[in-house]
T-cell receptor
Framework: QQQVKQSPQSLIVQKGGISIINCAYE??????FPWYQQFPGKGPALLIA?????SEKKEGRFTISFNKSAKQFSLHIMDSQPGDSATYFCAAVGGATNKLIFGTGTLLAVQP | DAGVTQSPTHLIKTRGQHVTLRCSPI?????VSWYQQVLGQGPQFIFQYYEKEERGRGNFPDRFSARQFPNYSSELNVNALLLGDSALYLC???????????FGPGTRLTVL
């Protein structure tokens, strides 16, 4: 129940295309859902986050869509660029410890 | 302002040895969390500290311990190192422990 399932494991998108990464959770106590971007050899960097009282949040080219009833959320990267090539992690937070529960990651490659 | 800093950047140890990893949070942040990221996986929660008190502990053996100092910096200690402890150890800081967590660059630990 503490898991966050993420798909796909890897994704190849052409420059200018849309990248879509999906996540699903079981624990209804989760109340904060961030997405992190990680480049090789670096720590994860917060990209965008959403709370379950909102169905969509957009920041620049990045959009989170949230479906509370289905317990699913997704990251859309519009106009994908080669510089977006990185590993993306969804995460969920909730409960007493406020620990981040991470998905397994998606390796995105944007081809020029 | 400087972000989360961690030291050392890289570390090589042999089985059975002990290691200490250090983290300095973002100025003004009072909470530090530690995560272990094995290659190809998402980070796994180890500990969270707030105002020098342990707030949460993940599913890690007692060989792992941590503490937070009055200046809010933190140490992660691992005793009796095993090959399986080889990973990127990430520190994240937040204002109160219940808000957004910002990650440092990590310490890459290799156990031979």
């Amino acid at each position: 129940q503490q898991q966050v399932k993420q798909s796909p494991q890897s994704l190849i998108v052409q420059k200018g295309g849309i990248s879509i990464i999906n996540c699903a959770y079981e624990n209804t106590a989760f109340d904060y859902f961030p997405w992190y971007q990680q480049f090789p050899g670096k720590g994860p960097a917060l990209l965008i986050a959403i709370r379950p009282d909102v169905s969509e949040k957009k920041e620049g080219r990045f959009t989170i869509s949230f479906n509370k009833s289905a317990k699913q959320f997704s990251l859309h990267i519009m106009d994908s660029q080669p510089g977006d090539s990185a590993t993306y992690f969804c995460a969920a937070v909730g409960g007493a410890t406020n620990k981040l529960i991470f998905g397994t990651g998606t390796l995105l490659a944007v081809q020029p | 302002d400087a972000g989360v800093t961690q030291s050392p950047t890289h570390l090589i140890k042999t089985r059975g040895q002990h290691v200490t990893l250090r983290c300095s949070p973002i100025s003004g942040h009072k909470s530090v969390s530690w995560y272990q990221q094995v290659l190809g996986q998402g980070p796994q929660f180890i500990f969270q500290y707030y105002e020098k008190e342990e707030r949460g502990r993940g599913n890690f053996p007692d060989r792992f311990s941590a503490r937070q100092f009055p200046n809010y910096s933190s140490e992660l200690n691992v005793n009796a190192l095993l090959l399986g402890d080889s990973a990127l150890y990430l520190c994240a800081s937040s204002l109160t422990g219940t808000d957004t967590q910002y990650f440092g660059p990590g310490t890459r630990l290799t156990v031979l």
